[in-house]
């Protein structure tokens, strides 16, 4: 079922904090030209004092400009990311907090499969869009990778980076044809380890950080396996996921992936044979942001008029838990 | 705008420990008598060695044996839970592990508004069972608060306790008319600060538990300031909450709210005048179960014969954020 949806506009904010492959290299007392080769990430930007809000918040301001609108004009803030600021309250309501709208009664809430956050916030958002329950959706991803990384392990650590992105959504006028084609998501949770951080939640409270090993807290990743199961749902996910459409691969002007990690681009683009001038990677400028790397590759496909009014793009992803998702949608 | 969503089954878990009131007066060295008096918690539960995802399967399970249906009917897995059990993934993958159907590919997302994460679920999940999108919805809340409680902070900690319940939604038969009469939320992040867990995310790592004083990693609640602030938003919130229907409070055959403490509840039944007979509290058997209470408390309503197919069932409270929601539905 097609639902009525437009982007009306996108904003980023991207730390200051530039650290560059060959930084890593030294840092990590690996060859030159290792963490490159491995990542494909020239640039990652990691905070210094930025939180998560303040980061999202100042997207938000970004996307709201380019909008023309007012931040008064958002009547629901939806958080799209894979890691939560603190415990307790939710991210949309800090992030309500830092753009001075702690008045305003805005309903916020967050959405989190991890890096496909933000594919499912747009997605649901669809939904509240059409019916006319909310007029003008912010959603926001917003991601601090940095402080859970694991140096020890390399090959997962220098693949990330922290930012933010936010998008404003609205229904579109009575001429106009933005909507959503499609949407999928499957879910395995055969591979819920494959990526995770096991402590810090209610299972390993932070209080055990004296007593366990360090890398309880951090990021683990086994990319092997990651690979392995995504390659093996691919095909069939792609299959289900145009079959409601009247479509092709071939229709498509942009097709934005998660930005996992240079290899993982490669293999996708080759799999499903996406031509250069259509695939959307900017990993070597900002690694993997989580759930922000779609939005921000898509602000920037946006502003690089890559993507123009009327054009069918493509989100596609796969996420810890591991999930697999993707959304064609009319700019 | 009214949306089809029938509850075709529900369930619960609740951990075996169970804590007294009279115990803890003993483990607080606090006069007999203070701890029921302050929470109107006679018994609380704590896990022992149950983690969130056991006890949201085992709920799950009883739901779906409720619904009279097979755990692979459900083609849409949402968690509405204020706690995480890991950081990384979701809390829907994780139950969707426990459950067994790690290879099923069933969709696993969370959503989280802290206390009204059932409760934003079940609205949400209104459009996409209304819509087509999936037939059959699990939402399960599972919430362990024993782990971060602050026991210096006597008046928050005696008020909680762990537990978990599952909701199975379908769209109903034609000859039925199960569905959301209206739904809404506001959030004022002015008390964003009212209650909260600081540390634990991204502002504050599990490592800092080294260097900072514990209470970063405790829940810490201002009760008098979120007793203030809710009771000023709520007139003006239930008025637009029934303004899109044409009933009032007199039609209700259940009111259920956050089991948020004993005198919230006394003063959101007085406040809003609502007979003993539709006021569903269950308080003193379980605590403040933080997202599980009003799932729990639906439960019982229901295996009580308290709600009976086409009464119309209001479900109310607040959260951390500060977040006040309500959904009015015919059962």
Redesign the interface.
Known sequence: ?E?SIKVIGTGIYIPKTVVTAEELDKKLSLPSGWTLKKSGVRVRHFITNE??SKMGAKAAVQAVENAGIRLEDIDC?ISGS?????????N???I??ELS??????????????CL?FV?GFD?AS??ID???YKTILIVSS??SS??LNWKQKESAVLFGDGAAAVVVQKPRKEESSHILTAR??????G?SH?????????????E??HLS?EH?L?QMNGQAIFRLSSR?LPAFMEKLFAGTNITMNALKAVIPHQASGMALRILQKKLNIPDAVFINNIENYGNTIAASIPIALHEAIEQGRIKRGDLVMLIGT?????I?GVIFEY
Do not use: W
């Open positions: 079922m639902r939180t998560a803030i894979g890691t939560m600021e603190q415990p307790i309250p939710c949309a309501a800090l309500q907090k709208l702690e008045e305003s009664g805005i309903p916020c809430f967050d959405i989190n499969t991890t956050s499912k649901l939904y509240l019916s006319g329950r991601e601090i402080i859970g998501m499957e879910t395995y949770s055969v819920a990526s995770e951080i096991p402590g810090g939640g209610t299972k390993i409270h932070p209080r950080h004296a360090e807290f990021f749902l996420s810890a838990g591991l999930s998702g």
